[in-house]
């Protein structure tokens, strides 16, 4: 099990993806923090740093709720490169800057509260 990263109050971590997830954009914040430069992020699945304790039914709920056209927010356990994790505030934006059809999500995440991960962890735990 690795050691968790705490993000700083200013970090702020934005991806963006095409309809099937992936990446087409990271910011310097994502890549440091995940620990991926950013040619190793861009072409991969967002779920490259999908952590194994994250439920399932957390992000079927995320992407049923970004393709339907709305916003997601939620909290999110990730993984890093090295085997660490992080957590953050996620809100997931289905991207209507295009003009053809779906185009692809924002995600921007910030710090969570050690108060707010301790729910995410009690609601997590009941979840599949």
């Excluded at 393709?67 to 997601?72: A, E, I, R, T, Y």
């Excluded at 939620?74 to 003009?99: D, E, L, Q």
């Excluded at 921007?108 to 009941?126: D, F, P, Q, V």
Aim: overall charge neutral.
């Amino acid at each position: 099990m690795g050691s968790e990263y705490v993000l700083k109050d200013t970090d702020f971590l934005v991806s963006q993806t095409d309809e099937k997830g992936v990446i087409l954009f990271a910011n310097e914040d994502f890549c440091k923090i995940a620990g991926y430069t950013l040619e190793e992020l861009v072409g991969k699945p967002h779920s490259i740093v999908r952590h194994r304790d994250m439920p399932r039914a957390a992000f079927k709920d995320l992407w049923d709720t970004a393709k339907s056209g709305k916003v997601w927010t939620g909290y999110v356990k990730n993984a890093t490169k090295s085997g660490g994790y992080y957590w953050v505030y996620a809100t997931v934006y289905p991207n209507i800057a295009c003009g053809s059809g779906s185009c692809g999500f924002m995600s921007c995440r910030r710090k969570a509260s050690s108060e707010e991960i301790a729910e995410a962890e009690r609601l997590y735990k009941t979840m599949n």
